[in-house]
């Protein structure tokens, strides 16, 4: 039985959001959140709160155990993007394109061997 987390729409680009979530994929959620605490950049903290939501759904829509659950699935997504306007010389525009991200956990528990 697997629980999910998701959050789309976010202005995190996806390339940095992806070496972040290749840190925690298939750990324990304890040594992820450990993990995540320790790391300076923008995404760690918003996988961290997705992930923790999974968790949280976990525990209380399926009744799971919080010290066997895992990362078994944590996908990172591009969104398109939105786009700006900034003016050049002479009448032009160049377009800057901020990238969007969308974030999809899932926790399962651990099986015993």
Same mark, same amino acid.
């Given at each position: 039985m697997e629980a999910f987390a998701k959050l789309e729409h976010i202005r995190l680009s996806p390339f940095k959001t992806r070496l972040v979530a290749d840190l925690i994929r298939g750990k324990n959620i304890d040594q992820a959140v450990a993990i995540l605490d320790s790391l300076p950049n923008r995404p760690a903290v918003t996988i961290k709160k997705v992930m923790? $939501?999974?968790?949280?759904?976990? !525990?209380?829509?399926?009744?799971?155990?919080?010290?066997?659950?895992?990362?078994?699935?944590?996908?990172?997504? &591009?969104?398109?993007?939105?786009?700006?306007? $900034?003016?050049?010389?002479? &009448?032009?525009?160049?377009?800057?394109?901020?990238?969007?991200?969308?974030?999809?956990?899932?926790?399962? !528990?651990k099986e015993e061997a």
């Open positions: 923790l $939501s999974a968790a949280a759904n976990a !525990e209380n829509n399926f009744k799971m155990n919080r010290d066997t659950l895992y990362v078994s699935k944590i996908l990172i997504d &591009g969104q398109g993007g939105v786009k700006r306007v $900034s003016p050049r010389g002479m &009448g032009r525009a160049d377009i800057i394109r901020k990238p969007l991200s969308r974030i999809y956990i899932c926790v399962a !528990e």
